[in-house]
Structures are given as C-alpha cells and as structure tokens.
C-alpha cells in the first residue's frame, strides 16, 4: 500500500489542485463578468426611464437594444457557466480517478455517470433547500462515487452489498471536500478584505486536499 501511495500521491494531488484553482479562478472571473453586465444595465436602465419614446424613439430603441444585449449576453453566460464547471470537474477528477483505475474507456464512463447527480446539484442551487431533492441527490451521489471504484457490474454489486461500510467512506470523502472548498472560499473573501489571515485558509484549505488526495488513492486501491 505504502508502494501505491508513494507512487500515485504526487500526480493525485497535482490533479486535484488543478481541479481547485481552475474552478475557484473560472468562477471568479464568471463573477466578475456578471457583476459587469448588471453594473451596465444599472446605466442604461435610469436612462431608459428617463426618456419619453414620443419625443425621442431613436435614443429609446438605441438605449433598449444596449441593454436587451447585455441581459442576452449575461443570459448565455449563465448558461454557460454549469457547462464549464462541468468539464473542469471531468477533466481534472475523470483523469485523477483515471491514472489510478487504468480502466479502458473508464473516462466516458465517468462522464455519464457524473451527469445526472451533476444535473441534480444543478436543480437545487435553483430551488434552494429541498428535503426529497438533497436526499435524491445525497443517493445518486453516493451510487455515483462507487461507480468511480467499480465499473464493472459485478464490482459494482460487491461494493453494494458493503454499503454498511462503504456509504461512511463516501460520507467521509464527501466532508473533506466540502471542509478543503470551504477553506478555500474562506481564502478568497479573506484575501477581497485584505485580511492577510487568507493564507491561513489556503495554507489549511491545501493541507486538507492533500489529505484528500491521499484518501483517494487508498480507497481506490482497496475498493477497486
């Protein structure tokens, strides 16, 4: 096991700080983007008001065509943005479960697999707090992470039939990635306020993710 770890910690966690810092970096930038376009539309709108169409229709349609595309643009944009995390979350953790499974055709497995409790996470950031969803999406979820350590069906019904002990494993992994990304995020709003604590939270935040890491190659290794 020791061999394993030594072997595979490393890329493990190189491919996990990827996944971070190109999520937390694409997202900073989605925000500032959006928060540009409603600062545009805070511009137009008063002028919007303001003028009478009987009295000056060019400037009105002009006026409202700015800002119907600026509204366009920020609409495609958040259709954009789940597309996107979406591949950072394939590419980064599909290769890191990849390099450590060495299965054929493993990583479009990976991608079907991740979609539907993808698409659920996605269905309740617009609902907000939903009992029957999170439930729905904690099992998909949980049915999801085996698939990550088995693909074949046979594995697969193994792992099952160890749910006793294999959803604490999942419980675990799943709480150290939301500690680490709370960290991180923690980080980022430290750092906006120019409180240098920041580099506490990042200091933790990669701490924890290379206890993930680390956790990863061991379940892998002993689940697969």
Do not use: H
């Not at 020791?2 to 072997?7: A, G, Q, S, Y």
């Not at 970096?25 to 500032?32: E, G, P, S």
């Amino acid at each position: 096991m020791k061999r394993i770890v030594k072997e595979n910690i490393f890329r493990t966690y190189l491919l996990d700080l990827g996944f971070v810092l190109s999520l937390g970096i694409f997202l900073i930038l989605a925000r500032n983007k959006i928060g540009s376009y409603i600062s545009q539309m805070n511009l137009y709108l008063p002028s919007i008001n303001s003028i009478d169409p009987n009295f000056s229709s060019i400037a009105a349609d002009f006026l409202i065509n700015e800002a119907n595309s600026i509204a366009n643009n920020m609409f495609i944009l958040l259709l954009i943005i789940p597309v996107v995390v979406f591949l950072i979350y394939f590419i980064f953790q599909g290769l890191s479960f990849y390099y450590l499974k060495r299965e054929r055709r493993y990583l479009i497995y990976f991608f079907v697999s991740s979609l539907l409790p993808y698409a659920l996470l996605m269905l309740l950031l617009t609902k907000g707090f939903n009992l029957p969803l999170i439930l729905i999406f904690l099992l998909l979820s949980y049915l999801t992470f085996l698939s990550y350590l088995q693909i074949r069906e046979e594995g697969y019904l193994g792992l099952l039939k160890k749910s006793y002990a294999m959803f604490f494993v999942f419980f675990g992994y799943l709480m150290l990635w939301a500690i680490s990304l709370s960290l991180f995020l923690m980080a980022i709003l430290k750092y906006t306020i120019n409180d240098l604590s920041y580099f506490l939270f990042a200091g933790l935040g990669f701490l924890v993710l290379f206890g993930i890491s680390y956790c990863k190659v061991v379940i892998v290794e002993k689940f697969s």
